[in-house]
């Protein structure tokens, strides 16, 4: 597609819930990116994904947290067993390898999650 | 740790007349600057990079400024119209990194 693609793009769900998020990034795009962004709060890095690489994890606040990106295109992040502070928007974005980095990712629109 | 810091989570300037958005950051190891703007229910789009080797870039109406001695860059805005009323997030990427690191952001409103 002509952009990063996620959904859905509102999701409201009970505390102890799993969920799913998904992203379609740019097609040809190596690099995936997930990132969230809590009430008031800047843009966290959670994962990154780049070509066959093991991704970095680095970023995912528990193991509640998981994501995978299958042939190397759509990639999916699940949370399990939601609480009320994994609410946030949760922002997918995708770029042409390392160019990307300094000039730039382009990011979907992001998923609100509201755990309730 | 808070490795990239916007200290005003808001600012508010009157079309026309400058807005200067400030980032400060603490690792050195930062190559690559960037800004990043925001409306609601979007996405962040990228605005504008700098290189850590040069101390400033123009883009039209936007000129990011990079002061490594201080490491401290700013993005101005000049003129500041309605339309640019978005949250901008300073962001930054490190040498042999892959992700970026992002301030906190600062919401811009520019009043007609």
């Known amino acids: 597609g002509a952009g990063v693609s996620q959904s859905p793009s509102n999701k409201v769900t009970e505390k102890g819930k799993d969920v799913e998020l998904r992203c379609d990034p740019i097609s040809g795009h190596t690099a995936l990116y997930w990132y969230r962004q809590s009430l008031g709060q800047g843009l966290e890095f959670l994962i990154y994904f780049q070509g066959n690489s093991a991704p970095d994890k680095s970023g995912l606040p528990s193991d509640r947290f998981s994501a995978e990106r299958t042939g190397g295109s759509v990639s999916t992040l699940t949370i399990q067993r939601t609480q009320q502070e994994d609410s946030a928007v949760y922002l997918c974005?995708?770029?042409?390898?390392?160019?990307?980095?300094?000039?730039?990712?382009?990011f979907g629109s992001g998923t609100r999650l509201t755990v309730v | 740790d808070q490795q990239v810091k916007q200290n005003s989570p808001s600012l508010s300037v009157q079309e026309g007349r400058i807005s200067i958005l400030n980032c400060d950051y603490t690792?050195?190891?930062?190559?690559?600057f960037l800004w990043y703007k925001k409306y609601p229910a979007e996405g962040p789009t990228f605005l504008i990079s700098i290189s850590s080797i040069k101390d400033k870039n123009e883009d039209g109406r936007f000129t990011v400024f990079l002061n490594k001695s201080a490491k401290h860059l700013s993005l101005h805005i000049v003129p500041s119209q309605p339309g640019d009323s978005a949250v901008y997030f300073c962001?930054?990427?490190?040498?042999?990194?892959?992700?970026?690191?992002f301030g906190a952001g600062t919401r811009l409103f520019v009043k007609a």
């Open positions: 974005a995708s770029s042409s390898s390392r160019q990307g980095i300094n000039y730039g990712y382009t």
């Open positions: 690792n050195s190891m930062f190559d690559y």
């Open positions: 962001a930054a990427t490190d040498t042999g990194g892959f992700k970026t690191i």
